[in-house]
């Protein structure tokens, strides 16, 4: 399974490095909704630097179903998703791997996106294995749920408007999660950022294990 789900992550990695979609059009994105979520709040420092937290995982999220809807549009449209039906692969190898190419382009994406909110909102990282633990948690989440919700739609002709509706009230649970565990790491509230990174941890499990077990029926329902 760890092999197979290598081959599809590895692919759809290559893809993206081809298409330098993440750097040309993702990167830029999340930096102008930093820059604009700063005029939006008037450009106060003190607003920017208590809501930081809020806004880095409103635009991981809108990122996230903009590298989603991409991912599966280029399976339908070249019907690769067809190919993967017929291959011996298994579907729980298929969505592991698309889930771990989803999530290193978020991490790949977040990392740019720190450094905007550093910049930008004048955030200091107070606690930095916080920080990460809650990141990779919630990129973890993310991409599982992110990756579940993409086959569901690949295959309806308004997937590009119904992902979004669909996917982010799922995601609504690790954006709150994230954003206090985010508020401890950043010291802007005082919580226990390691309960909510707790709860991040067992919402990826959960989506990573539910996703696993349901991406092969969604997939044959995808034609």
Not at 187 to 198: D, F, K, R, T
């Amino acid at each position: 399974m760890i092999r197979d789900a290598y081959v599809i992550a590895a692919k759809d990695l290559r893809i993206e490095l081809r298409s330098r979609t993440a750097l040309s059009q993702l990167a830029p994105f999340v930096v102008l909704v930093a820059v604009l979520f700063g005029f939006a709040l008037n450009a106060d420092r003190t607003v920017l630097t208590e809501a930081a937290s809020g806004l880095y995982w409103i635009t991981v999220l809108f990122a996230a179903v903009l590298a989603i809807g991409r991912s599966f549009s280029i399976e339908v449209d070249d019907s690769v998703i067809d190919m993967l039906r017929l291959s011996d692969l298994e579907p729980p190898s298929i969505f592991a791997g698309k889930a771990a190419a989803l999530a290193v382009q978020l991490v790949a994406i977040q990392l740019i996106l720190i450094a905007a909110v550093v910049i930008l909102y004048d955030a200091r990282i107070e606690d930095p294995l916080l920080f990460i633990a809650a990141a990779v948690a919630a990129t973890v989440g993310v991409a599982a749920a992110g990756t579940l919700y993409g086959v569901l739609v690949a295959g309806l002709r308004m997937r590009e408007t119904l992902l979004p509706i669909l996917l982010l009230p799922v995601l609504a649970p690790v954006l709150i999660s994230a954003t206090r565990a985010f508020d401890d790491a950043l010291g802007n509230a005082a919580v226990n950022g390691w309960s909510w990174c707790g709860l991040l941890a067992a919402l990826a499990v959960f989506y990573g294990v539910f996703g696993g077990w349901a991406f092969g029926a969604l997939m044959e329902e995808s034609r």
